[in-house]
């Protein structure tokens, strides 16, 4: 997992084909007040979901989700939340990968889990390897917009 203010990205990721074009989607966007749903940047390469939530109490144990094909880029425009991160590799699997939902599920308690604030203008890059739970409120649940911007695993 990285963790940054997108203006400080440059030279924090590999500038692949795939993560330049989600950093340039957000740098062009962040002020944008884009309505919920999905936006196309280039096909099923590279895709970005806006979304608009309350944040919501962190559970013990943590609900994780992991995906495979996908790297999150998830960058959060207005409020601010906590996200949990804990190696996939520690996760007690609780519901197995699904295709139609890119994903698997798994717990830890919340002892075992680091906790990261996020901001408006902040981000957090989480690799298949890095179970996360979004969503958590950053004290008071509060409503957020998020734009989760999913790129493709390069081969």
């Given at each position: ?97 699904e295709e139609a939902k890119e994903a698997w599920f ?50």
């Amino acid at each position: 997992m990285i963790v940054a203010k997108l203006e400080h990205m440059t030279g924090q990721i590999a500038p692949t084909p795939n993560m330049q074009r989600a950093l340039d989607f957000l740098r062009q966007m962040r002020g944008a007040d884009l309505p919920d749903g999905r936006v196309e940047i280039d096909g099923d390469r590279v895709f970005a979901l806006v979304q608009s939530y309350p944040t919501v109490a962190a559970s013990d144990p943590v609900l994780f989700e992991a995906h495979r094909k996908y790297i999150d880029v998830q960058y959060v425009a207005a409020g601010q939340e906590v996200i949990a991160w804990a190696s996939a590799g520690y996760l007690d699997v609780t519901a197995g990968y699904e295709e139609a939902k890119e994903a698997w599920f798994g717990t830890l308690p919340a002892a075992g889990t680091t906790f990261v604030r996020l901001a408006a203008g902040e981000l957090a890059v989480l690799y298949p390897t890095d179970g996360h739970a979004p969503r958590l409120a950053a004290g008071a649940p509060a409503a957020v917009k998020k734009i989760v911007v999913k790129v493709a695993v390069e081969s």
